[in-house]
């Protein structure tokens, strides 16, 4: 299995209601990170978990909050967001932080904020 | 200040022809360089990885080449297919530290029948 599942797919949420996406890995990878992309951008990162501690957090606005149940899962809790915060948003994981980690990303879930 | 440039940023090529994408970085310390496939609404796919010391690597009908001293590299198709229409992104790791990646801003490839 070297897959990484995202779930939902799709979501769409207004600028009051409390979401969470979620993600899961089982190729026993010990990192994961989120990452946000907007249209026609790379890739953003947010958190990366290492070892499911909070390593970094590259100053996230705190209506994103992630969460690490166990090594092979990861949320990001969602809370008044805003109509900017729609993206894509991917997960991924790599068995360490080692130089020559392959990083494995999910399909993604596709974020819509009205 | 790290950066990756990406060119060209849009590329249209007939089906079965072959295709170059570049890509420059200034990255410091350099790690390796990656090359990701990223079909619309997807996640990005692992093509290749190059340290500092490989100068060609290849995936099936995708060859990647690196010059460290320039600090270019060049991701050729051969023979195109439909399937390969996606954007194609270079990624430079910074040596050290957890997996921080320099994320280019892709080339979006069309391939057309």
């Known amino acids: 299995d070297t897959e990484v599942t995202q779930t939902p797919k799709h979501l769409v949420m207004g600028m009051t209601n409390k979401k969470s996406l979620k993600c899961e890995q089982h190729?026993?990878?010990?990192?994961m990170y989120w990452y946000k992309q907007k249209a026609k951008k790379p890739p953003e990162l947010m958190f990366v978990y290492s070892y499911e501690k909070l390593s970094i957090n590259e100053s996230v606005p705190s209506r994103f909050s992630p969460e690490c149940p166990n090594s092979s899962l990861l949320n990001l809790h969602l809370h008044a967001l805003q109509p900017e915060d729609s993206a894509l948003y991917l997960c991924?994981?790599?068995?360490?932080?080692?130089?020559?980690?392959?990083?494995?990303f999910g399909s993604g879930t596709q974020l819509s904020v009205l | 200040k790290n950066q990756v440039e990406q060119s060209p940023q849009s590329l249209i090529i007939l089906e079965g022809k072959n295709c170059t994408l570049q890509?420059?970085?200034?990255?410091?310390?350099?790690?390796?360089l990656r090359w990701y496939k990223q079909d619309t609404g997807r996640g990005p796919v692992s093509l290749t990885i190059m340290t500092f010391s490989e100068n060609t690597k290849s995936n099936g009908r995708y060859t990647a080449t690196l010059d460290a001293d320039t600090k270019q590299s060049s991701l050729h198709i051969t023979a195109s297919q439909l399937s390969d229409s996606a954007s194609y992104i270079c990624v430079v790791r910074v040596r050290g530290g957890y997996n921080k990646l320099i994320f280019g801003a892709g080339t979006r490839l069309a391939v057309h029948p």
């Open positions: 890509c420059n970085y200034t990255v410091s310390p350099f790690s390796n």
């Open positions: 190729m026993g990878h010990r990192a």
């Open positions: 991924a994981s790599s068995r360490g932080v080692q130089s020559n980690e392959k990083l494995f």
